[in-house]
């Protein structure tokens, strides 16, 4: 009893009661301020964090830094650049900050004293400097920046520069991968660099790397660290072979002076990642995937012991995935957790079993506080995500932050509802309802049924800034989005049951699911129904398509239409191979038995395809390929298709259409 009560206590502190008001608009999401990256201070006094704003006119993000006392206060904003700044790190003494600017037109590394007084420029490199952790005494500061292997950064610019007054533009490759999530493979790696604290001076510790540290596209400064002794920098880095069909990444270390680094998990054919040293050196810390050739296998806290080598796995009871940690003291670990839709922060001692320590909405971004205690980043899906702080143990939870409370308490938006049912193979799966703005239960809804992607992916209880179940609601429809078969933070096993069965299982839980919702709640309309996904969301959408017409409407952003020709197309060779068990010349059937092109005639329910044009993980020839087929079985349909974007819809001005055609578009046909 007592643990129900404090269960329903930290719900209440995350979401409490909202005032009725209007429904959400685009303009409304677009006007949500993000908040990330929280940092303590060494004393533990304050928290240092980033809010970020859409800048339309320049159809970009600004972000600046801000300040708050870690047992609550007035936050106090530190810079006002019209220009993102980002990446707040303390210098060890507490007296300055490091962070990642572009105000003066290209990314560099900024230094500003928090006693104040205007931040100065450190770094006057001639390409982009990004991610800087200061060493343990203060006096150097690690960051990275991408240049030509065996290249300056000076020599880089030219080269780049010479490059564009170049009369041709060719591309010329001899080996894979000729391009990555959404830009072309210009030749570039991301390397390490040390810059001297007092004068900018700067060093590649990695001159000779032909691939990139961090990984790319989406490493940061947490796949690097200090030594305690300030002696040494780990980092993580692919291998030198075979990128496209692997997913190796290793934990390399290199003397902090410079030196050849030295591979420490080259015996791990799977991915390691995130390497952190324990405060008294005895230990590297680092997340590690046993399996190679697999980007979703379970993200297990591992340690090297850095006399002995032996390596130890922690954390392994909790079969979930590791998302990010950080050492409290020498013998404990505070990590978040992907954890059944709603992410938890967790205590993992290195010679114990862990704890949950935060539960409750989508929990992220842990910091110890020095002397006790935890500051995190907390969301839910009818709340943006803002700072939180608790005691060591996990309790006494509280806001420090109110950045979006006066935009939330205008709008009518609900807190996400989870149900269990029973799915295939009669195994538990969750899912998720969220009611209408002015809900009335006597009256009926259109329903919208969300899928997610990855297909190893979740929906969680969050704001997202994308596919954002109040907008979608915004319109009248109740929202229905289940985690089937494939979906994180269920267990290993429930998220490898989707690998070389797409449309099984998957489906059966998929279907199940909405039928659970409909009977469940009496107030949704069984007979309008509409469905949307994107990534392998749109692959489901598009696989619906051939195999019921129970949607009055399909949304299908971002969807695999032909898996042998996706194959030829996508950058990440070894995503299909193990999802379809080898190349399509190795398993023709199942790349075809499961391809949504081998049931077009089956093709009914008016369907809107999206896609972006520099989307490299799943081509826009994907998109057409599934409007084209939809034209010519003569089902009506929308091709709507961004120059400018990737794999997300990401920039104001396209999100604004984005969300213009989607609403319109469930609206015609399913409302």
Do not use: C
Not at 80 to 102: C, I, Q
Not at 237 to 265: H, M, Q
Not at 395 to 418: G, M
Not at 508 to 518: N, Q, S, W
């Amino acid at each position: 009893m007592r643990l129900l009560i404090g269960l329903l206590m930290l719900t209440a502190l995350a979401s409490p009661a909202l005032a009725a008001g209007r429904p959400m608009t685009v303009d409304d999401l677009l006007s949500v301020r993000g908040v990330s990256d929280p940092q303590v201070s060494p004393d533990g006094k304050w928290v240092v964090y980033v809010v970020g704003e859409l800048d339309r006119e320049a159809d970009r993000t600004n972000s600046d830094l801000w300040l708050v006392p870690v047992e609550g206060g007035q936050p106090k904003r530190l810079t006002w650049s019209p220009a993102a700044d980002s990446h707040p790190r303390w210098k060890p003494d507490g007296k300055a900050l490091a962070f990642t600017s572009n105000r003066s037109g290209t990314s560099q590394i900024w230094l500003l004293n928090i006693d104040g007084g205007e931040a100065r420029q450190l770094t006057k490199l001639d390409v982009d400097a990004s991610g800087p952790l200061w060493s343990p005494k203060g006096n150097k500061l690690a960051f990275t920046a991408e240049v030509y292997p065996a290249t300056s950064p000076e020599e880089t610019a030219k080269k780049d520069e010479h490059k564009l007054e170049a009369e041709s533009k060719v591309r010329i490759y001899d080996s894979l991968m000729i391009r990555h999530w959404m830009a072309w493979d210009e030749g570039k790696r991301s390397h390490l660099f040390v810059a001297d604290a007092a004068t900018g001076e700067a060093v590649d510790l990695t001159p000779n790397l032909r691939v990139n540290t961090p990984p790319a596209p989406f490493g940061g400064s947490s796949d690097y660290a200090w030594s305690p002794d300030g002696k040494e920098l780990a980092f993580t880095a692919e291998p030198a072979v075979n990128l496209a069909w692997s997913t190796n990444t290793d934990i390399w270390t290199v003397d902090a002076e410079g030196g050849e680094p030295k591979n420490r998990t080259e015996a791990n054919e799977g991915a390691d990642a995130q390497p952190a040293y324990s405060p008294d050196s005895k230990h590297l810390a680092y997340v590690s995937q046993a399996r190679a050739g697999f980007e979703a296998d379970l993200w297990v806290l591992t340690l090297l012991d850095r006399k002995t080598g032996n390596i130890t796995k922690l954390g392994t009871s909790l079969d979930r995935p590791i998302s990010s940690y950080a050492w409290r003291g020498d013998a404990e670990i505070i990590a978040a957790i992907d954890d059944a839709g709603r992410p938890s922060i967790v205590s993992i001692p290195i010679d114990g079993e862990p704890k949950r320590l935060i539960v409750g909405g989508t929990n992220s971004s842990a910091v110890p506080v020095p002397g006790g205690g935890l500051v995190f980043v907390r969301t839910d899906a009818a709340r943006p995500a803002e700072l939180f702080r608790s005691r060591a143990d996990g309790t006494e939870v509280a806001r420090l932050t109110h950045h979006n409370d006066e935009l939330i308490a205008k709008l009518d938006v609900s807190p996400a509802e989870s149900f269990t049912f029973k799915g295939a193979d009669g195994d538990d799966v969750s899912g998720w309802l969220v009611r209408p703005p002015g809900f009335d239960a006597s009256k009926k809804y259109p329903v919208l049924f969300l899928i997610h992607g990855g297909p190893q992916g979740a929906w969680h209880d969050e704001w997202h800034a994308r596919w954002n179940d109040q907008m979608f609601a915004s319109t009248g429809f109740a929202v229905v989005a289940i985690n089937p078969r494939g979906s994180t933070g269920y267990g290993q096993k429930f998220t490898d049951q989707i690998s070389k069965d797409w449309t099984g299982r998957v489906y059966e839980d998929l279907m199940k699911g909405l039928d659970h919702a409909i009977q469940t709640y009496p107030f949704l309309d069984g007979e309008k129904v509409a469905a949307a996904g994107g990534s392998y969301g749109g692959f489901m959408v598009n696989w619906i398509a051939g195999h019921t017409d129970r949607f009055k409407a399909l949304i299908s952003h971002a969807g695999v239409f032909d898996l042998t020709s996706k194959y030829g197309t996508t950058e990440e060779l070894w995503f299909p191979e193990w999802e379809f068990g080898g190349p399509p010349w190795d398993e023709p059937a199942r790349y075809r038995e499961q391809s949504p092109s081998t049931y077009v005639k089956n093709f009914k329910t008016p369907t809107l395809v999206i896609h972006g044009a520099l989307d490299f993980r799943v081509h826009d020839a994907q998109g057409l390929g599934m409007f084209t087929s939809l034209q010519r079985m003569q089902v009506p349909s929308r091709y709507v298709w961004f120059p400018d974007e990737g794999h997300w819809i990401l920039k104001p001005q396209n999100r604004i259409v984005w969300w213009r055609e989607m609403l319109g578009w469930i609206e015609k046909y399913a409302k």
